[in-house]
C-alpha cells in the first residue's frame, strides 16, 4: 500500500534551518506530485508547496518564498522540504502529502498524508 | 489568491443530527474542491473530493455538493466517531488554499 514515511521531530533555534524527509514507498514515486502542508498547534492547515518529481519543478506559497526550498532523491524515493531562517511561528506539524498523477496536470486533490514531523522553534 | 471561508468555525450536535458545513470561495473554482476529516491528534483524511465524490471507504453518511463559489458538506446522521474538525481545500490551481476548519463536536 502507499506509504509516506517522515522523518522524526526537530527542535532548532530561532535562525536556523530544518530540513525534513518524507520517504514514499508502494507507487511509482515519479508518477506523482507532492504537496508539504503544515499545521501549528490548534491551528489549521496551512499548504506550502507541491514538487513534480520528474524534473523537479516546484511552486510554493508566496508567504515562504525565499526561505523554502523542495527537493527528491528519485535513487531513495524521498523527497525533502528545508525551511530557513526558523523563527517561533515555524513551530509546527509539517505533513508530506501526495498529490494527484503527472499525466493529469497538478491539479488534484491530497492523499495520503504522512505522519508528520513536529519542528518546534524555540530559544 | 482565491480565499476559502468555512462556516460555522464549530458547531455542536447531537448523535443522529443532520449537520452541514459550508464552503465559500472567494472565485469560481468549478468543482475542485476537497473535503478531509482530522481528529484530535490524527493526521487529515480525504472524504470527497471533486465536490461530491466520496473517496473509498467513506461512510455514506458523507456527502458533498456545490460548484462555481459554494460548497456544502453534509452528515446525515452524526455518530460519536465523526468528532473532529473538517477542512475544505481549493485545488483547481496554485496556492492549495486550505479553509479555516469546522470543529464538529458531539453533544
Known amino acids: 500500500q502507499v506509504q509516506l514515511v517522515q522523518s522524526g521531530a526537530e527542535v532548532k533555534k530561532p535562525g536556523a534551518s530544518v530540513k525534513v524527509s518524507c520517504k514514499a514507498s508502494?507507487?511509482?514515486?515519479?508518477?506523482?506530485?507532492m504537496h508539504w502542508v503544515r499545521q501549528a498547534p490548534g491551528q489549521g492547515l496551512e499548504w506550502m508547496g507541491i514538487?513534480?518529481?520528474?524534473?523537479?519543478?516546484?511552486d510554493f506559497a508566496q508567504k515562504f518564498q525565499g526561505r523554502i526550498t523542495m527537493t527528491r532523491d528519485t535513487s531513495t524515493s524521498t523527497f525533502y522540504l528545508e525551511l530557513s531562517r526558523l523563527r517561533s511561528e515555524d513551530t509546527a506539524v509539517y505533513f508530506c502529502?501526495?498529490?494527484?498523477?503527472?499525466?493529469?496536470?497538478?491539479?488534484?486533490?491530497?492523499?495520503?498524508w504522512g505522519q508528520g514531523t513536529l519542528v518546534t522553534v524555540s530559544s | 489568491d482565491i480565499q476559502m471561508t468555512q462556516s460555522p468555525s464549530s458547531l455542536s450536535a447531537s448523535v443522529g443530527d443532520r449537520v452541514t458545513i459550508t464552503c465559500r470561495a472567494s472565485q469560481d473554482i468549478n468543482t475542485y474542491l476537497a473535503w478531509y476529516q482530522q481528529k484530535p491528534g490524527k493526521i487529515p483524511k480525504l472524504l470527497i473530493y471533486a465536490a461530491s465524490t466520496l473517496q473509498s471507504g467513506v461512510p455514506s453518511r458523507f456527502s458533498g455538493s456545490g460548484s462555481g463559489t459554494d460548497f456544502t458538506l453534509t452528515i446525515s446522521s452524526l455518530q460519536p466517531e465523526d468528532a473532529a474538525t473538517y477542512y475544505c481545500?481549493?485545488?483547481?490551481?496554485?496556492?492549495?488554499?486550505f479553509g479555516q476548519g469546522t470543529k464538529v463536536e458531539i453533544k
Open positions: 508502494g507507487y511509482a514515486f515519479s508518477n506523482y506530485y
Open positions: 514538487i513534480n518529481p520528474n524534473g523537479g519543478n516546484t
Open positions: 481545500q481549493k485545488y483547481n490551481s496554485a496556492p492549495w488554499t
Open positions: 502529502a501526495r498529490g494527484p498523477v503527472l499525466i493529469v496536470g497538478a491539479t488534484g486533490w491530497l492523499d495520503p
